[in-house]
């Protein structure tokens, strides 16, 4: 009788499983929203938003597209960043007086309502796509 008590309790709690969400682990979760690229005489300027929802944060450190020869990652007063930290659990903006992407040497014309992607490499997420409608 026992036994059957213990062996139903076994079975029982076998499917009471619990899957931690990324926040719990610890991990970087990190997804562009709002996208747009604005153009600027012969290139452009990214703005996006990151949202992180990882505990601990994620290091951008290099930009590439291939609408553009020449993408960079620079701040509010134009000054070339070599990185950018995300801090875990915000959102942040890279806005005109913040960091943002400059786009140069353009391998094509852009239109108005076309769509760019960026990529964002990140030193533990890896790439991350920024895709950006054309203002």
């Known amino acids: 009788m026992l036994a059957a008590a213990a062996l139903a309790g076994v079975i029982a709690s076998g499917g009471c499983v619990h899957y ?5 682990a610890g991990g970087t979760m990190i997804r562009p929203d709002k996208g ?3 153009r600027q005489g012969p290139g452009a300027v990214v703005y996006f938003e990151l949202k992180s929802s990882g505990k601990y944060g994620d290091v951008i450190t290099a930009v590439h597209t291939p609408v553009a020869r020449q993408a960079q990652l620079v ?8 990185r950018v930290e995300v801090p875990g659990a915000a959102v ?3 806005t005109p007086t913040g960091p943002h992407v400059v786009l140069s040497e353009l391998t094509r014309p852009l239109e108005l309502g076309d769509t760019v992607i960026v990529t ?3 030193e533990k997420t890896g790439g991350l796509g920024v895709i950006a409608t054309v203002e």
Do not use: N
Not at 20 to 24: D, G, K, L, M, S
């Open 20 to 24: 931690p969400t990324v926040i719990e």
């Open 36 to 38: 747009r690229a604005v």
């Open 75 to 82: 701040s509010g007063s134009g000054e070339p960043l070599t």
């Open 92 to 94: 942040m903006s890279f």
């Open 120 to 122: 964002l490499v990140l």
